[in-house]
T-cell receptor, first 112, second 115 residues
Framework: SQQGEEDPQALSIQEGENATMNCSYKTSINNLQWYRQNSGRGLVHLILIRSNEREKHSGRLRVTLDTSKKSSSLLITASRAADTASYFCATVRQTGANNLFFGTGTRLTVIP | DAGITQSPRHKVTETGTPVTLRCHQTENHRYMYWYRQDPGHGLRLIHYSYGVKDTDKGEVSDGYSVSRSKTEDFLLTLESATSSQTSVYFC??????????????FGEGSRLTVL
């Protein structure tokens, strides 16, 4: 079963606006990661946030983590047409097999 | 870029035929993974490897087998392909880590169609 669930499933915004995607998960985690996938390509790692961190920044990306609510959000500020892609959260559990569990993703479209 | 090459990139086959997908990496990463991606399901782990000849099952391993005889190569085999195995298959690698952290590096995917 999937660990993460992204919300919304699809998001369409104008260039320059901010985009916010949310991820909810079910079990305790060691860390949570966000990935990006351009159409027809493999996933690319964007950012990792550990379970003892609440917020992390990388360029125009801001990730928050609320372990009490088992949720995370990815904010992309000042979006660009090139940000059009699917975004996935992935969780690593504190115990168990050595792998990540991916959600179903949010499809972001940035309109020029 | 972890230098991950998947082959073939596209394949069309018939039900009941065997299929092998290959993943080759040049970065000496210890861990290797095979995922399948289907609409509405995201990425689901098929099998993974934590070293040469060391493999384990993921959440959707039925109908699939893997082998890793060298650090750089991880093979995914469908012994008798079925239409439900039509999907895009991704190989991923990860550096060894003392804890369960670290990013995955993905190949470009192999699109398999089973008629």
């Amino acid at each position: 079963s999937q660990q993460g669930e992204e919300d919304p499933q699809a998001l369409s915004i104008q260039e320059g606006e901010n985009a916010t995607m949310n991820c909810s998960y079910k079990t305790s985690i060691n860390n949570l990661q966000w990935y990006r996938q351009n159409s027809g390509r493999g996933l690319v790692h964007l950012i990792l946030i550990r379970s003892n961190e609440r917020e992390k920044h990388s360029g125009r990306l801001r990730v928050t983590l609320d372990t009490s609510k088992k949720s995370s959000s990815l904010l992309i500020t000042a979006s660009r047409a090139a940000d059009t892609a699917s975004y996935f959260c992935a969780t690593v559990r504190q115990t168990g097999a050595n792998n990540l569990f991916f959600g179903t993703g949010t499809r972001l479209t940035v309109i020029p | 870029d972890a230098g991950i090459t998947q082959s073939p990139r596209h394949k069309v086959t018939e039900t009941g035929t065997p299929v092998t997908l290959r993943c080759h990496q040049t970065e000496n990463h210890r861990y290797m993974y095979w995922y399948r991606q289907d609409p509405g399901h995201g990425l689901r782990l098929i099998h993974y490897s934590y070293g040469v000849k060391d493999t384990d099952k993921g959440e959707v391993s039925d109908g699939y087998s893997v082998s890793r005889s060298k650090t750089e190569d991880f093979l995914l085999t469908l012994e008798s392909a079925t239409s439900s195995q039509t999907s895009v298959y991704f190989c991923a690698t990860r550096l060894a880590a003392r804890t369960n952290t670290g990013e995955l590096f993905f190949g470009e995917g192999s699109r398999l169609t089973v008629l």
